[in-house]
């Protein structure tokens, strides 16, 4: 019997991304049958489906306790979700980055401040020796939330910290300028295996990579090395994942770890189909190793 599978979206874009597209059509060829169906919609019978892939749920950083009871329940009635639930509950909060710290990945610096603490932005800047920083709320879609400030801008963007505070903890980094002067690095993995890679590189005058403020891509091979590197990260995680976007910057020759991506990252398919059939084999074999 051919499987069915349902690639979660959200609310304001209930069909299918056009990056999606392209992987919907892989694995259409491999016999799978693929729908778009809204996380949030009560109506869905997910039990109904072989797999479910988080490919589009953009909005669970507005809802996140909502998420999660999703989340669980489909762990509860047997779903098979890609990545694996207990991934994403993990990768959701960005504190994993000090996790991942400890275990030896490189990241970019990160001084943390825990939700409802009362921290003045100024003086994690002194204390760092930061003159310009990057301010994150450690649950965050799209760069939601995140702001650029400075030595002199800290005390005027106290506010902002304390409504992001109100809501999560915060990450505060410094300002990495190879983003802006080399770009920021994509890996992305399927099944572990490297796939395909890119640079990122942000708008004149932004901080932000993201194509909704303006950065611009481009497909890049990366050295060996930097495969490596990108790998050692995944190696220091529980479980495999079915799919993961490492995206880092180099720095002196490191690459430097921002986020791991393992819940709805874009795939950066762009119509390449062999790598559209890469994620599509990983998805099945996913399905293979855990039959309903």
Same mark, same amino acid.
């Given at each position: 019997?051919?499987p069915r599978i349902a690639f979660?979206?959200?609310?304001?874009?209930?069909?299918?991304?056009?990056?999606?597209?392209?992987?919907?059509?892989? #694995?259409?060829?491999? !016999?799978?049958?693929?729908?778009?169906?809204?996380? $949030?919609? $009560?109506?869905?019978?997910?039990?109904?489906?072989?797999?479910?892939? #988080?490919?589009?749920?953009?909005?669970?950083?507005?809802?996140?306790?909502?998420?999660?009871?999703?989340? &669980?329940? #489909?762990?509860?009635?047997?779903?098979?979700?890609?990545?694996?639930?207990?991934?994403?509950?993990?990768?959701?909060?960005?504190?994993? #980055?000090?996790?991942? $710290?400890?275990?030896?990945?490189?990241?970019?610096?990160?001084?943390?401040?825990?939700?409802?603490?009362?921290?003045?932005?100024?003086?994690?800047?002194?204390? &760092?020796?930061?003159?310009?920083?990057?301010?994150?709320?450690?649950?965050?879609?799209?760069?939601?939330?995140?702001?650029?400030?400075?030595?002199?801008?800290?005390?005027?963007?106290?506010?902002?910290? !304390?409504?992001?505070?109100?809501?999560? !903890?915060?990450?505060?980094?410094?300002?990495?300028?190879?983003?802006?002067?080399? /770009?920021?690095?994509?890996?992305?993995?399927?099944d572990g295996e490297f796939s395909?890679?890119?640079?990122?590189?942000?708008?004149?005058?932004?901080?932000?990579?993201?194509?909704?403020? /303006?950065?611009?891509?481009?497909?890049?091979?990366?050295?060996?090395?930097?495969?490596?590197?990108?790998?050692?990260?995944?190696?220091?995680?529980?479980?495999?994942?079915?799919?993961?976007?490492?995206?880092?910057?180099?720095?002196?020759?490191?690459?430097?770890?921002?986020?791991?991506?393992?819940?709805?990252?874009?795939?950066?398919?762009?119509?390449?189909?062999?790598?559209?059939?890469?994620?599509?084999?990983?998805?099945?074999? $996913?399905?293979?190793?855990?039959?309903?």
């Amino acid at each position: 019997m051919n499987p069915r599978i349902a690639f979660a979206t959200f609310e304001k874009m209930p069909v299918l991304d056009p990056d999606d597209v392209v992987a919907a059509a892989a #694995l259409q060829a491999r !016999g799978a049958a693929v729908e778009a169906a809204v996380w $949030s919609d $009560s109506r869905v019978r997910w039990r109904d489906f072989d797999a479910v892939a #988080l490919r589009s749920t953009w909005d669970y950083h507005h809802r996140p306790t909502e998420f999660v009871a999703w989340l &669980q329940g #489909l762990a509860a009635d047997g779903v098979h979700v890609c990545n694996p639930v207990e991934t994403v509950l993990w990768n959701m909060d960005k504190r994993y #980055l000090l996790e991942l $710290s400890a275990k030896g990945v490189p990241i970019v610096p990160t001084r943390w401040i825990e939700q409802g603490e009362n921290a003045s932005l100024d003086d994690v800047l002194r204390e &760092q020796g930061w003159s310009n920083a990057v301010v994150k709320p450690a649950v965050s879609v799209n760069s939601f939330g995140t702001f650029r400030t400075s030595l002199a801008e800290a005390p005027k963007r106290q506010l902002e910290l !304390g409504r992001l505070l109100e809501e999560s !903890g915060v990450l505060v980094q410094p300002f990495v300028r190879e983003i802006v002067d080399d /770009g920021e690095w994509s890996l992305l993995f399927f099944d572990g295996e490297f796939s395909h890679a890119l640079v990122k590189r942000p708008a004149q005058n932004d901080f932000r990579t993201q194509s909704n403020f /303006g950065g611009k891509h481009t497909r890049t091979a990366p050295s060996e090395s930097l495969v490596r590197q990108g790998r050692s990260v995944l190696d220091a995680i529980l479980a495999r994942p079915v799919y993961a976007r490492v995206d880092g910057v180099v720095v002196g020759g490191q690459f430097q770890l921002m986020e791991l991506e393992l819940i709805e990252p874009s795939l950066y398919l762009d119509g390449d189909v062999a790598a559209a059939e890469r994620f599509a084999g990983a998805l099945l074999q $996913s399905m293979r190793e855990h039959p309903r």
